[in-house]
């Protein structure tokens, strides 16, 4: 299993890609549609371009198509401030195969002059039909020092509360913090729909999160070869509980680490989760599909 997450010596021209930021070639399609169940196409477009290549007059379109035509047609896009949140839930309203989740990332929250006021702004985006999920939220001890600590709580809790009013999936950021942002779960009550975000835990962990029903999404960070707990982890969720990522531009899989990541790069992360869990790929598919569904459904 360990060989086939191992990261092959780059090519001269692989090297010289990686240096110029171009997105990879397209992997070999799926045999069955997935979504990518986080992006950034805002994040994407604006800093790394259109997969595929070339200019596009409709870069969402030309990402959607790309991405597509590896067998990952349906995107969540997600909100990371007020301004990220409200782009999004247009853009699912714009593009039948987007839908939105609209938060203040953790990070974001400590720097808020008026986090009140940032989020009555995520409620009223919360009430619109295309979005679907409140998040990124969550707790990260990575970045966030300890004086800011108490905003990003307090932001968690106010995105907790938002969820279940309006019943919508909770999609947590949760970088170096498990046993807390557990915690905080725990005393606030979890909504129905709890989704992991690039799950980044242990074995102990995953068997917490699976045991409350909550769903693990795994991005191109358990194809690492340094991700041996990361596959632990994967390997002991049900196929009902895996829903795979990009996170994109950010976590590019094996073997294209250092270049931009978008949507059609999936089958990679989906490949390498059946490797790890021992599943038959369309089995696979079809799981992380149903969970999708069942998550942020129907699109």
């Known amino acids: 299993?360990?060989?086939?997450?191992?990261?092959?010596?780059?090519?001269?021209?692989?090297?010289?890609?990686?240096?110029?930021?171009?997105?990879?070639?397209?992997?070999?399609?799926?045999?069955?549609?997935?979504?990518?169940?986080?992006?950034?196409?805002?994040?994407?477009?604006?800093?790394?371009?259109?997969?595929?290549?070339?200019?596009?007059?409709?870069?969402?379109?030309?990402?959607?198509?790309?991405?597509?035509?590896?067998?990952?047609?349906?995107?969540?896009?997600?909100?990371?401030?007020?301004?990220?949140?409200?782009?999004?839930?247009d853009i699912a309203e714009a593009y039948p195969a987007v839908l939105a989740t609209v938060a203040l990332h953790p990070n974001e929250a400590p720097r808020l002059a008026d986090l009140d006021e940032a989020l009555r702004e995520i409620e009223s985006l919360a009430a619109r039909d295309r979005v679907r999920g409140i998040g990124e939220t969550g707790m990260d001890f990575f970045r966030t020092g300890d004086e800011g600590r108490t905003a990003q709580e307090?932001?968690?809790?106010?995105?907790?509360?938002?969820?279940k009013r309006y019943g919508k999936a909770l999609v947590i950021h949760d970088r170096d913090a498990h046993a807390d942002v557990l915690r905080i779960l725990d005393d606030e009550g979890a909504p129905d729909t709890v989704v992991l975000h690039c799950f980044s835990g242990d074995?102990?962990?995953?068997?917490?999160?699976?045991?409350?029903?909550?769903?693990?999404?795994?991005?191109?960070t358990v194809t690492f070869g340094s991700a041996t707990a990361l596959r632990e982890a994967a390997a002991l969720t049900p196929l009902d509980q895996i829903l795979v990522?990009?996170?994109?531009?950010?976590?590019?899989?094996?073997?294209?680490?250092?270049?931009?990541?978008?949507?059609?790069?999936?089958?990679?992360?989906?490949?390498?989760?059946?490797?790890?869990?021992?599943?038959?790929?369309?089995?696979?598919?079809?799981?992380?599909?149903?969970?999708g569904d069942r998550a942020f459904g129907p699109w």
């Open 245 to 291: 990522e990009t996170d994109a531009p950010y976590l590019t899989p094996t073997p294209h680490r250092g270049r931009p990541n978008a949507s059609y790069l999936i089958p990679l992360t989906v490949r390498a989760l059946a490797a790890t869990t021992g599943s038959d790929l369309d089995e696979l598919c079809a799981a992380i599909s149903a969970a």
């Open 1 to 89: 299993m360990l060989s086939l997450m191992s990261e092959p010596t780059e090519t001269r021209r692989e090297r010289a890609a990686r240096r110029a930021g171009e997105f990879p070639p397209a992997p070999e399609p799926l045999p069955r549609p997935v979504l990518d169940s986080h992006t950034h196409l805002d994040i994407t477009v604006s800093e790394a371009g259109v997969p595929g290549g070339g200019p596009s007059d409709d870069p969402i379109a030309t990402a959607i198509t790309v991405a597509t035509g590896v067998g990952v047609d349906r995107l969540v896009q997600v909100g990371v401030d007020v301004a990220s949140s409200r782009w999004g839930a």
């Open 203 to 220: 074995a102990e962990f995953a068997r917490e999160c699976v045991r409350r029903g909550y769903l693990l999404s795994f991005a191109g």
């Open 154 to 163: 307090a932001s968690f809790r106010a995105h907790i509360a938002i969820a």
